[in-house]
């Protein structure tokens, strides 16, 4: 038999004992009790040390208004059910229910819905959070640079570089953004930003191109200030690409539902190899 009402779901109100009623749990005869017996046997001097305070009284009185109208048959054992409504548990309907009404923006969503590796999702997932660590955040987290410079270093704009300047203001991205046919309407809210662009892109495999050119930029960026070299496009272009390679062979091999958009991404990557071969031939 289950503890009496340590924690459950009693007539549709979550309640634990030793919360909602400290003194009077203190004064049970019987600490594991089950609710049927409870209820069959419920007298003053069955069930508690007498006498009891004026507090456990009255918190006994709000026990009895709490049960009052949970049916009970002596001969059925007492059985759990859990507040999403059933008597099935699994960890992730534990996680979920706290959040069941809380409704990220899409992109988000889209993150974690992309084909591709976990890596390159939560770098996304930090970058949508803005909680990489920019220059500007360093800033915020008062962490000191050489010559106090918390400017772009992929652009001579002078600008301090934030996440939505790194990776969508800067010449440097924008030219990436354009040779991928990805359109930033800088006018919107980001989040609506990232829809519009989305909504215009002609390829159904848009995250998963976000998501690689995004990180291609921010290796671009880190490669120079960590001295691996110079930020160039073309350096960018063929990181892309390598990346999308290994992003389609994961994607084709798993032949996870939606392999089409890894198949449609192969062909195109294939054009994208096509016009760089070309570009280094001219």
């Known amino acids: 038999m289950a503890p009496l009402f ?25 600490k594991k009790i089950s609710v049927a017996k409870f209820l069959t046997s419920n007298t003053l001097d069955s069930q508690f040390h007498l006498p009891l305070s004026e507090q456990a009284y009255q918190e006994y009185l709000g026990l009895q208004e709490l049960i009052q109208n949970i049916q009970v048959q002596e001969d059925s054992k007492d059985s759990w059910h859990y507040m999403w409504g ?15 009404h809380v409704s990220p923006p899409a992109p988000f969503l889209w993150i974690w819905q992309s084909k591709c590796c976990n890596k390159l999702r ?15 955040i360093l800033k ?3 962490h000191k640079l050489e010559g106090n410079n918390y400017n772009c270093v992929l652009c001579n704009h002078n600008v301090e570089e934030t996440a939505l300047h790194l990776f969508f203001t800067c010449p440097f991205s924008q030219a990436c953004w354009q040779h991928l046919g990805v359109q930033w309407n800088l006018a919107m809210d980001f989040f609506h930003m990232l829809l519009h662009a989305k909504e215009g892109f002609s390829n159904p495999f848009f995250m998963e191109v976000f998501i690689i ?22 350096a960018w272009k063929t990181g892309f690409i390598d990346e999308a390679r290994l992003q389609v062979h994961r994607i084709v091999s798993r032949r996870v539902a939606g392999s089409e958009i890894g198949e449609e991404l192969a062909a195109e ?13 001219s």
Request: some cysteine; proline content about 3%.
């Open 213 to 234: 050119s995004a990180w291609q930029i921010w290796k671009q960026r880190n490669n120079f200030i960590f001295s691996r070299g110079q930020p160039s496009f073309l």
């Open 140 to 142: 915020r987290k008062k």
């Open 6 to 30: 340590f924690f459950g779901l009693m007539s549709g109100t979550t309640t634990c004992s030793r919360i909602n009623f400290p003194d009077y749990i203190h004064m049970q005869k019987i």
């Open 269 to 281: 990557q294939g054009n994208w190899e096509e016009e760089d071969e070309h570009e280094r031939s």
């Open 86 to 100: 059933n008597s099935t548990y699994s960890s992730s309907k534990f996680y979920n229910f706290p959040y069941k």
């Open 122 to 136: 939560v770098f996304t997932w930090l970058l949508l959070m803005d909680r990489l660590n920019t220059r500007n």
